[in-house]
């Protein structure tokens, strides 16, 4: 398993084309799922845990692990599968993951190995698995079904935090707001495009929401199909990186080689914290990046572009 995030940087060269490498873990039985290595710092052997006084079932512990205090969540138990038993936690492995600006730990059963995909084989989850499904996308490999979890939304339960824009960002947002043109949010989590609809809504600003890439590259050329700029109907577009079909960045890539929709302001909104850096944005021209989630600087973000674009 030392072996496993090795030449990480290498894994950068991805960035662009369109491909992610996916490590895929067992919560139990056989079935498989994946997450994106971007996200993932560590991984090892269950450590030892320390009792996490008036915490949710789910957060089995905490490990000190390098220097850190980490809060260990059991990734099974979240989406609704009994916890992993006592007696198997010596067997077991943590994910050492970064999202949203924190770092937490995964409790798995296993881990196996590590596949480098196309965004293109990574799919939506099923028209009829409902709302209330964890799933985010799913994939085949070996001809085995692999899902994928929408960890912003485990980790929106298990840990909520707040989603309201505050009183002062709303006053500053109100001064000299003038009409605007909508704002396209492109994300395939459920949990990060409520976040932004509702940030959007508290300051007035109208979205236009699409799931993925692929959906919004499909959108903006249409508009644009009678020879209009996209700026000509956005303000902006706000972009996950992580999406089934098409990537936020080969969004940007594709984007900005159109003439018609170079000119669209691109903020990339990711969940990447740690392993996530400057390089990439520039290498794939998005005008800005966010880490995901906190409403007030999103706001103050996005209303200083629609400053800028007013005066155009």
């Known amino acids: 398993m030392a072996g496993v995030l090795h030449n990480v940087n290498q894994r950068t060269q991805l960035v662009g084309q369109n491909r992610l490498e996916l490590l895929m873990f067992r919560l139990r039985g056989r079935q498989v799922y994946g997450i994106n290595v971007f996200k993932v710092k560590e991984i090892l052997p269950c450590p030892k845990l320390y009792s996490l006084p008036k915490s949710q079932p789910v957060i089995r512990g905490v490990a000190h692990i390098r220097g850190e205090t980490i809060p260990i969540i059991d990734l099974g138990q979240a989406i609704g599968f009994p916890a992993i038993p006592e007696e198997k936690l010596a067997s077991s492995f943590v994910i050492i993951t970064e999202y949203n600006r924190h770092t937490q730990g995964f409790l798995v059963a296993s881990v196996d190995r590590i596949v480098n995909m196309n965004w293109e084989e990574i799919l939506p989850p099923p028209k009829g698995a409902g709302r209330d499904v964890y799933l985010t996308a799913v994939t085949n490999i070996d001809d085995n079904l692999v899902e994928i979890i929408d960890v ?52 007035g600003l109208e979205v236009v929401v699409k799931n993925d890439g692929q959906q919004a590259l499909d959108y903006l050329q249409e508009l644009t199909a009678d020879g209009s700029s996209a700026r000509d109907h956005l303000a902006m577009m706000i972009s996950d990186v992580e999406m089934p079909e098409m990537d936020g960045y080969t969004l940007v890539t594709q984007c900005k080689a159109d003439p018609k929709l ?25 005008d800005d990046f966010m880490v995901k ?20």
């Open 152 to 203: 912003e939304k485990v980790l929106a339960e298990v840990s909520p935090r707040c989603e309201d824009v505050t009183e002062a960002v709303l006053s500053k947002a109100e001064v000299g707001r003038t009409q605007t043109l909508p704002i396209l949010v492109v994300d395939d989590s459920v949990v990060a495009r409520r976040q932004i609809e509702r940030c959007m809504a508290a300051v």
């Open 262 to 286: 170079s000119d669209l302001f691109v903020m990339l909104h990711t969940s990447l914290s740690g392993v996530f850096n400057r390089a990439l944005i520039e290498k794939v021209g998005a």
């Open 293 to 312: 989630f906190s409403a007030d600087e999103l706001v103050e973000r996005v209303m200083t572009v629609m400053d800028q674009h007013n005066q155009v």
